[in-house]
């Protein structure tokens, strides 16, 4: 009933800037946590960064200083800005939302992941 719609991933070259979006749209009462997993093929999942409903932030230290998350409450957006990319930042980027509906618990919903490629 809920879905999340990411948006904004590509190539770029090393240096460059992405901006990712993630629209949740459906049957929503609100929605607590927000943010992004990525997975390349050689690595493991990796928590990016984290995002409460009051704004809080929780960065990765592999992105601490050079990636933003945020988010639009109005919007039920989670975004995240990506400057000085690296080579090794490439990977399918998978949002999340921690969403609840009257009447019932919080259920995390997830997005179906942008690929991001950073090569020259």
């Known amino acids: 009933q809920v879905q999340l719609v990411e948006s904004g991933g590509g190539l770029v070259q090393p240096g460059g800037s992405l901006r990712l979006s993630c629209a949740a749209s459906g049957s929503i009462a609100g929605i607590n946590d927000m943010g992004w997993y990525r997975q390349a093929p050689g690595k493991e999942r990796e928590l990016v960064a984290t995002?409460?409903?009051?704004?809080?932030?929780n960065p990765a230290d592999s992105v601490k200083g050079r990636f933003t998350i945020s988010r639009d409450n109005a919007k039920n957006t989670v975004y995240l800005q990506m400057n000085s990319l690296k080579p090794e930042d490439t990977a399918v980027y998978v949002c999340f939302a921690g969403v609840y509906h009257y009447g019932t618990s919080s259920r995390t919903y997830w997005g179906q992941g942008t690929q991001v490629t950073v090569s020259s």
């Open positions: 995002i409460t409903s009051a704004g809080s932030t």
